[in-house]
């Protein structure tokens, strides 16, 4: 695979950029990060792989990240980047629309993979609910993508790396947004794509009440919890955020436990990428036992119960 000459990337989260740096490194001969925040993120931007970075500015009571999309307009204008990569949030979604429509193109979303050549850039992202894959190509003179967490994996920080730092004029937007209030979200919040170690629960769990035996195992092993689809938006028993699968989270995780969860590909898609994935299901021909590491076939109800009274002797 060829590389193209310069990449930027743009994530209005911290934990991202460490991975979108990672992969712009392999795409491109030059890493430049558009950087968006408190000034002292710089040097730690540089230490995760930037040759460069072009400070924007900070947000605050007068602007908001959208704000900055006509400076980057601008920048885009005079420097011609060939690759710019986006986290998959919505702000960064909203951004790379709003920059792609000003160069008349189309963005590249959640693509899992990259292909470069000297006359095209090429991305696959999954379709039909991860029932098969699609390998998109664009050849307008800056490619506009959206990267999901778990793509690239994060090179070590290297705090003696050196890189130039640009300071950005702000380019005053014809319209605002303005943030009229800020409130508390409801209930718990939780980033998987930062876990190590991550049970997921599927249909097989019967009543609301039993995750509580799944949050103790979770708390013994230092794991975080997710789920499947039904359990996320069928049942409302967990949030969204932790609902795993191709229109959920996508992540890698070191160990990945699946209780009670069949291994449908819409699910798998999201956690097949894991360092060990173990799976416990009554059903012998559960999908999920054909992508599994390790598996037990048994009730959960019996088998987590088990787990739980060997982690304790053994502590």
Known sequence: MSRVKDVWVFTEKQESIAELCAGARQLGERVTVLAVGSRDRIERIIAFGADRVFYLGDTGADRTVEDYAFTLSKL???????????GATKRCRHMAGRLAARQRTSVLSDIMEFLTDKDEIQGTQMVYGGAAVRTLAS?????????????????????????????????????????????????????????????AVGRGIAKEEDLKMIEELARLIGAEIGCTRPISEGVNWMGRERYIGVSGVMFKPELYIAIGISGQIQHMVGCNQSGVIFAINTDTAA?????????????????????????????
Do not use: H, N, W
Not at 176 to 199: F, H, N, P, Q, Y
Not at 290 to 315: C, F, H, M, N, W
């Open 139 to 199: 050849k307008s003179a800056t490619v506009f993508s959206v990267v999901g967490s778990g793509v690239f994996t994060s090179l070590p920080e290297d705090a003696d790396r050196e890189g130039d730092v640009r300071a950005v004029d702000f380019v005053e937007p014809a319209y605002r947004v303005r943030c009229m209030e800020k409130r508390e979200r409801g209930g718990t919040s939780v980033d998987l794509t930062a876990a190590k170690r991550v049970i």
């Open 76 to 86: 885009i204008e005079e420097e011609a980047p060939d690759l710019f990569l986006f």
């Open 287 to 315: 999908k999920i036992f054909s992508q599994s590491d390790y598996g037990i076939v048994g009730d959960l109800y019996t088998v987590v119960p088990v787990l739980l009274e060997k982690i304790r002797a053994a502590r």
